[in-house]
């Protein structure tokens, strides 16, 4: 079955802390795997995607294939990372049509 | 350019009511997909289209949801009969879809909420 796993609904930290958010998946195939954010009041748009290997806004995510989890981590919190944070993933390949499969989201609060 | 836009941003509807949401996509994206999102969870996908092309509905929950894209831009979502369960955030993501292994990224809209009284 294809899932997206997110075992946190809620994640408090305080300004400064390190924060991880916790994905896993299941998925009989290569997928791809990203991060999505919605700020309050904003839509839903990516944070980043494993196959670019990026930091953005600080933060950063690597695919372990061996544990089937992407977990989306950042050194130093700040209260502008407050937000919700959904997992997702998509099937790679000339076959795909890339729809989206996702968790259930993670809501990060950074507290000042 | 302008974002993906949907409208109705709000629609509240009597049980048994059709209802019709209207996306506009990014100009050029070739790709559309509807996602639907219930209260507390993430979106799940609905149906995907290819230019006018529906080449996936596996995600519609029932015949009572019809999607479509005639001129390969603007698409609707329908819901005939609407029932409570249907309440939710329905979602209108747009791409420049995919090359080889590559698939671009979605562009979200803000969302249409259906209330179903």
């Known amino acids: 079955a294809q899932r997206v796993t997110q075992p946190e609904k809620l994640l408090s930290v305080f300004k400064g802390a390190p924060v991880e958010l916790k994905c896993n998946y299941s998925y009989s195939g290569s997928p791809e795997l990203f991060w999505y954010v919605q700020y309050s009041r904003q839509r839903l748009q990516l944070l980043l995607r494993h196959i670019s290997r990026e930091s953005i806004k600080g933060f950063t995510a690597d695919l372990n294939k061996g544990e089937t989890s992407f977990h989306l981590k950042k050194p130093f919190a700040q209260e502008e990372d407050s937000a919700m944070y959904y997992c997702a993933l998509s099937g790679r390949g000339g076959g795909s049509q890339g729809n989206l499969i996702f968790g259930k989201g993670t809501k990060l609060s950074v507290k000042p | 350019g302008a974002g993906v836009s949907q409208s109705p941003r709000y629609k509240v509807a009597k049980r048994g009511q059709d209802v019709a949401l209207r996306c506009d996509p990014i100009?050029?994206?070739?790709?559309l997909f509807w996602y639907q999102q219930a209260l507390g969870q993430g979106p799940e996908f609905l149906t995907y289209f290819q230019n006018e092309a529906q080449l996936d509905k596996s995600g519609l929950p029932s015949d009572r949801f019809f999607a479509e894209r005639p001129e390969g831009s603007v698409s609707t979502l329908k819901i005939q009969r609407t029932q409570q369960e249907d309440s939710a955030v329905y979602l209108c993501?747009?791409?420049?879809?995919?090359?080889?292994?590559?698939?671009?990224?979605?562009?979200f809209g803000p969302g249409t909420r259906l209330t179903v009284t």
């Open positions: 100009s050029g994206h070739v790709s």
């Open positions: 993501a747009s791409s420049l879809g995919s090359r080889g292994a590559y698939t671009y990224e979605q562009y």
